[in-house]
Structures are given as C-alpha cells and as structure tokens.
C-alpha cells in the first residue's frame, strides 16, 4: 500500500544514490531503493533492513510502473540522465507523482524543459532537474542574490572546490554529453546556448576568505546555465572552476571520492560564490560546504519534502529557483550549508 513517506530512489545504490537514500531515512522517509541491477540492490537492502528493494529498468516501463507503486515522489540518481530522465519523467507521469533528478548534463536538463513541460503542467505536476550542487544550489543563489531583481545583465557562479575526485557515473555523463555536443564546449551567451571551439580562458576569482582569489577556469560550464535562465531573464550566465579541481577532473587516473567521516563525506570542501550584475550594481551572495556529491542528497530531499508538503511555487518542469523560496530553501539547510552575504550586499 501507498504511504506518503515512501520516497523512490532510482539508481540508490550508487554514491549519490546512497547519500540521498541515508538523508531520505534521516528525515523520517521510508526510502524504495530502485535500481537495474538485483544483485547490488539486494546487498544494498541487506546493509539496510526493512528497505525495499525494486529492480527496474528504462528499457522496461513495464517494471518501473511496477518500481514507483505506492511512491510519493520519486528521486533520479542514475546517471547518465541521457538514458534515465525521460524513462522515468514518463514513469512519474504515468503515476502522478513528482519527479526530481540530480543530472548535471547539460542536454539533458535542456531536453527535460523541452519534453515535458507541457505535460507536466497539464498534469499539475513538477519535475525538477538538476536539483543537486551543480544546477540546483547555484540556481537557489543566484535567485537569492537578484532579491527583488527580475532581469539582470549576467549572473557569474564560480565553484572553489578544494579538489575534486570523480564517481564513475560523473565521468560517465562527461563523456555522453561530451560526444552529445561533438567534442565542442559550451556556454550561454546572448539568452542562449552557444556551441564553440574556443580555448577556454584562465583567471583570477576573488573567492571570499578563507578561501581567497583563486586561478579558474572561464566558461568550465555546468547545468546553471539551464536552470538559471528557465526562470529569470539573465541574457550572461558564466561558470568558473577553480583550475585544480577542473585539473583533476581531467587526469588520467582520477581516483573516485573516499570517506572521511562518519557520514561517507570525502575531505573535499567547495564555496560556490555567486555575483549577479544589473548596470553598475552588483549584488553577491556564497556558500560553502564539505563534499558536493554529499550534499545533493539535502538539496533534493530538502525539494521533495517541499513538493509533498505543497510549499512550491509553480509546476510543470522547473528548475529549484522557480518552484521553492529560494532563500528560505538555503536557510533551512544550514546544517549542511553556510551561507555569506558581503556587508555591501546586504539589506
Ligand atoms: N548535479 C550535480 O551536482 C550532481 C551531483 C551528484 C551526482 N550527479 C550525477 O548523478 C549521476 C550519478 O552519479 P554518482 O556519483 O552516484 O555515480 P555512480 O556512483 O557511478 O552511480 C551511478 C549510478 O547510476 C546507475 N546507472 C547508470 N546508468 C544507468 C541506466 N542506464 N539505468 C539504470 N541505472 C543506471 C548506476 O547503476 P549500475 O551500477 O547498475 O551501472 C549507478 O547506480 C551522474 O550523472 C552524476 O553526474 C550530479
């Protein structure tokens, strides 16, 4: 039977899967772990009794109409999203639920607006993608930051991440989305996105204290410039990446995260500093926090419980910025998050 609390987490044994499975138990969900291999959702239901394990494929809508039974909400955590989102949007549709993802591939936020926002809507559902550090949190800044701003000349995130060691599934995406887009790079310019093969350019970014400036990357572009320009007229969004972790990224034998504590969080700390720009105005806004992938799990549990208790503000396809209080969504996940507004900015 149905139970509001039943949360489904497709691709829960993965390690953001993982982390969204501890945090959906942390606040009181009963998590169904979902996912296409038995044998790895069995020893992961083993590790947690009482948990329900739901094999499923996307090749096989069958069996995910089958998976999302009694389910609240649903939660991707499988990535590539190239093959996962649109299977399981249409699952979460055929069920009438909410659907939230954590795809940090651009093209496939980009095709989830396009494909289904109508539907959707019509459906008096939401489908929030990217609802993770990279496309959700920055997007919840940058709106926090514009306050009262509906439109502003550009909007620059710029991620300070003391490193960064990769999960198979983030190189996974890269490389789909990489042979998506051609070997070409990308970035939102001019209200739209722009496909190029320009070198990307090397910069200082005065990254707040303790941090302090940093050398990163222009133009390293994440899922912020889909989500941020789905809801606010900001004609620039530009990403940064400071250029160690982007150079990590990138070596050849990137190991993947290991745990330093108690909850499996790696040493890895990030700032993700946000400056939005209307004339000769700025207005900035940063946070920070230890473990990106860690933290995805309060940023899409955080927007399902908001979901299931109606605190939302739209629905169809929409990115964290357009359907939650964005500050509001910030300030109750301190424990995870620490936010900074410069003096200068504040009031
Ligand atoms: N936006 C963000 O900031 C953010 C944050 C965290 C993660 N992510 C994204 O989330 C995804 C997962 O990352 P991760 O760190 O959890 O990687 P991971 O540990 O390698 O896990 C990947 C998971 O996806 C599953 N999967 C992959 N393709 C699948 C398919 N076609 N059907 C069903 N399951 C499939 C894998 O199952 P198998 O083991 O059976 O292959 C595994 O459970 C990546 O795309 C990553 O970029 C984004």
Same mark, same amino acid.
């Given at each position: 039977m149905g139970s509001g609390r039943n949360v489904a987490v497709f691709g829960a044994y993965g390690h953001t899967g993982r982390f969204v499975v501890a945090e959906l138990r942390e606040r009181g969900y009963i998590p169904l772990l979902l996912g296409r291999d038995q044998d790895k959702l069995l020893a992961l239901a083993q590790a947690q009794p009482g948990r329900e394990a739901r094999q499923a494929s996307v090749d096989d809508p069958a069996s995910l109409d089958r998976a999302l039974n009694g389910a609240a909400a649903v939660i991707n955590c499988a990535?590539? /999203? =190239?093959?996962t989102a649109a299977p399981l949007v249409e699952a979460a549709l055929r069920a009438g639920i909410p659907y939230v993802d954590v795809a940090a591939e651009i093209e496939a936020n980009v095709d989830t607006f396009a494909h289904f926002a109508g539907r959707a809507r019509a459906a008096g559902t939401v489908v929030v993608p =990217? &609802? $993770? /550090?990279?496309?959700g949190l920055g997007d919840l800044l940058v709106t926090t930051a514009m306050g009262d701003w509906t439109a502003a000349d550009e909007a620059r995130i710029a991620y300070g991440l003391s490193s960064w060691h990769p999960t198979a599934g983030t190189l996974a995406s890269g490389a789909v989305s990489g042979q998506r887009r051609g070997g070409r790079r990308v970035r939102y310019t001019g209200g739209r996105l722009e496909y190029h093969d320009d070198a990307l350019p090397t910069l200082e970014w005065p990254f707040p $204290?303790?941090?302090g400036p940093q050398s990163v990357i222009g133009e /390293?572009? &994440? =899922?912020d410039v889909v989500t941020v320009p789905s809801h606010l007229a900001v004609p620039e969004v530009r990403t940064y990446m400071t250029a160690k972790a982007a150079a990590d990224l990138s070596a050849p034998d990137a190991a993947a995260p290991a745990a330093v504590d108690d909850r499996g969080r790696s040493a890895q700390t990030f700032v993700v500093d946000v400056l939005v720009r209307s004339g000769g105005t700025e207005r900035r806004v940063a946070a920070t926090g230890q473990d990106i992938y860690a933290i995805s799990a309060p940023l899409a549990v955080e927007a399902v419980d908001r979901i299931l208790t109606g605190r939302t503000r739209t629905t169809g396809v929409a990115s964290a910025g357009a359907v939650f209080d964005a500050p509001d969504f910030l300030r109750a996940l301190s424990a995870h998050l620490s936010l900074h507004v410069p003096h200068d900015a504040r009031g």
């Open positions: 990535g590539p /999203f =190239a093959s =990217a &609802m $993770a /550090f990279y496309g $204290a303790p941090l /390293f572009t &994440m =899922a």
